[in-house]
């Protein structure tokens, strides 16, 4: 049971443009999301994350939204540029298990066409 | 550096071996995590630590998969008797307890090939 989904393996945006990265999440208790990014033989890169009080949440080019009664959030990243291609996974934690493991999606291959 | 460091980067392994990864993570932190990830997949949790303690483990981490902390600073993680289904990226990852909304830093990974 997966319960954090992103759903498009892939995403191709040209330079300059916005890009949006979606994830659903389907565990109410989840309370707190993260954004990580990947890149090739490394370990994820904490980007930017969203408690479940608020509803957005920005860190330069990046913006976190989440809608709470979706279960849905989403990244976006405003211009988007080469490097920022990557895999982008969303993870979840809970307060209720005092936050000892993050849920992560199978993540968004990221590209960036310059 | 002061980042989470994993060794080694790679291994590769015969079936049935018995390997041993090891965990530095940040100095001040005192929660460290044990994450698997295969191909097409996002890093899926083993265990957790906070100071030496483990204090949870997943129905991933089989019997023949053990943690240690004993210091409460590194790590080591050992799979006994390796199956090609063991071949995955590990990855650790470490925090702070004091801000339960703290994110977790990750190392770069072992990588564990069983052939």
């Known amino acids: 049971d997966q319960q954090v989904k992103q759903n498009s393996p892939s995403l191709s945006v040209q330079e300059g443009r916005i890009s949006i990265l979606n994830c659903d999440y389907t565990n109410s208790m989840f309370d707190y999301f993260l954004w990580y990014k990947k890149y090739p033989a490394e370990g994820p890169t904490f980007l930017i994350s969203i408690s479940s009080i608020k509803d957005k949440n920005e860190d330069g080019r990046f913006t976190v939204f989440l809608n709470k009664s979706a279960k849905h959030l989403s990244l976006h990243i405003v211009p988007s540029q080469p490097g920022d291609s990557a895999v982008y996974f969303c993870?979840?934690?809970?307060?209720?298990?005092?936050?000892?493991?993050?849920?992560f999606g199978s993540g968004t291959r990221l590209q960036v066409q310059p | 550096d002061t980042g989470v460091s994993q060794n080694p980067r790679h291994k590769i392994t015969k079936r049935g071996q018995n390997v041993t990864f090891r965990c530095d993570p940040i100095s001040e932190h005192n929660r460290l995590y044990w994450y698997r990830q295969t191909l097409g997949q996002g890093p899926e949790f083993l265990t957790y630590f906070q100071n030496e303690a483990q204090l949870e483990k997943s129905r991933l981490l089989s019997d023949r998969f053990s943690a240690e902390r004993p210091k409460g600073s590194f790590s080591t993680l050992e799979i006994q008797r390796t199956e090609q289904g063991d071949s995955a990226m590990y990855l650790c990852a470490s925090s702070l307890r004091d801000n339960l909304n703290t994110e977790a830093f990750f190392g770069q990974g072992t990588r564990l090939t069983v052939v």
């Open positions: 993870a979840a934690s809970a307060k209720d298990t005092g936050r000892r493991a993050l849920t």
